[in-house]
């Protein structure tokens, strides 16, 4: 029997699961990740995470693929070697340059923001990095070089916010005019072969030697293929360290002013944006006992909106594109339970929001909404949603990002139409 193996390196932790054709899970692993900016971290986790598989199921894996979170880059050279700091999907340090992009792509292009991978690349430029023999690539991109050993490969759903169009499925014209020369990935579709396992990797971690690497995804498009939506207007919300949200439409949808973007998913789009809220805020200020206690005791029929906009630090992506957004986390409640029940009030907002806008601009009308991520256990916060949100919101058929990429792996690529 061929199985699949997904792996997603998320902000905190890597996640790995194999799965048979059926989609029944067969191993499962979580690691903690202490610091995603570290690809020695990656790396390790990668070969620990391989490592604890039983030899028994490793035998018969035979699709690997790899998530990894949308906008995380980092530089290498010939060798695979990263050369320069990684910057992580949500890095605006390049900001700044924004006027020195601006002249190439055409107005209002989704590269035009503060966190796209493309700005990040003009930011090494700018540090004085000679960028000529350099390979610039993603998260997902690097981790797949590990295993396959071609350096440079990449996919359309992490390409995206590099500038590479999947409506005509190459890198556009006014890329040639570009300040600088490097080594662009070269872009599949996501989840088809890439190529067969390193025979060292195969013979160190009892995997066959013709097991296949597929070209990976990001982290929340692999939570959307998770999720069981099919439908248009079914919206997948990943409720991570950040708040993802996913659309399914007809239409593509770009618009860098409100941080909303679309993915290519078979023939169809995926349109959304990504909040920096999420579980990274709740996680600041409560333990994960402290968040089942006293999410249990909030009564989601009362409403308490104090008007937050829960953030860790200024800056926000998506459904307000603003670098300097500050955080409003005042006035705050002795009760801690009430203070949580604002805390989750404000982010069911800012999705709600988020929905709105995405509907603002074309995207059809919202339906249901999935829910996957560590917040999707929560029952008081999914009422609270589905209260502002005014539909189903539904806990996902599979929770993890690892089974969605699994599974986009094994099918070679999705199909959706």
Not at 26 to 43: F, G, I, M, N
Not at 193 to 214: G, K, M, N, T, Y
Request: with cysteine; net charge negative.
């Amino acid at each position: 029997m061929a199985l699949s193996l997904g792996l997603d390196f998320g902000t905190s932790a890597l996640k790995g699961m194999v799965i048979d054709p059926q989609g029944q899970t067969q191993y499962q692993q979580r690691l903690p990740l202490a610091d995603p900016t570290s690809p020695q971290q990656w790396q390790a986790g990668l070969w620990q995470l391989l490592g604890a598989i039983p030899a028994n199921v490793c035998n018969h894996i035979h699709h690997i693929g790899i998530a990894g979170t949308s906008g995380t880059v980092l530089l290498t050279d010939h060798t695979g070697q990263p050369v320069a700091p990684v910057l992580m999907y949500n890095d605006h340090r390049g900001g700044f340059l924004l006027p020195e992009l601006k002249p190439y792509p055409p107005e209002n292009h989704p590269v035009c923001s503060a966190t796209s991978s493309l700005i990040k690349l003009f930011w090494y430029h700018h540090q004085g990095i000679n960028l000529r023999d350099k390979y610039f690539l993603h998260q997902a991109d690097w981790l797949g070089f590990l295993l396959h050993g071609k350096l440079g490969m990449s996919d359309e759903h992490n390409a995206l916010k590099l500038g590479y169009d999947p409506g005509i499925r190459t890198y556009p014209d006014w890329f040639q005019n570009l300040p600088f020369a490097v080594h662009l990935p070269q872009v599949l579709l996501p989840g088809t072969l890439v190529s067969r396992i390193q025979p060292e990797i195969a013979q160190q971690f009892h995997l066959p030697p013709d097991c296949q690497i597929h070209a990976g995804t990001t982290d929340s498009i692999a939570a959307f293929i998770a999720s069981g939506a099919q439908r248009i207007g079914d919206g997948v919300t990943s409720l991570g360290s950040t708040l993802v949200l996913k659309l399914l439409s007809h239409q593509r949808i770009d618009d860098p002013r409100t941080g909303v973007y679309s993915h290519r998913l078979g023939n169809l789009w995926l349109v959304g944006g990504a909040s920096n809220t999420g579980g990274a805020v709740l996680k600041h200020f409560f333990t994960a006992e402290e968040l089942l206690h006293f999410s249990a005791q909030i009564d989601p029929n009362i409403p308490l909106d104090l008007d937050y906009y829960p953030l860790l630090k200024p800056g926000e992506r998506f459904p307000i594109n603003d670098p300097n957004l500050a955080p409003r986390l005042d006035p705050r409640p002795e009760n801690p339970v009430h203070f949580l029940h604002a805390l989750l009030t404000a982010m069911a907002r800012i999705e709600a929001q988020g929905y709105q806008v995405l509907q603002n601009l074309g995207a059809p009308s919202l339906q249901r909404v999935f829910t996957s991520g560590g917040g999707s256990s929560n029952s008081a916060w999914q009422k609270i949603r589905q209260q502002l949100m005014g539909v189903p919101v539904i806990v996902s058929a599979q929770q993890e990002a690892a089974w969605g990429v699994a599974h986009l792996a094994q099918a070679d690529g999705l199909i959706i139409t």
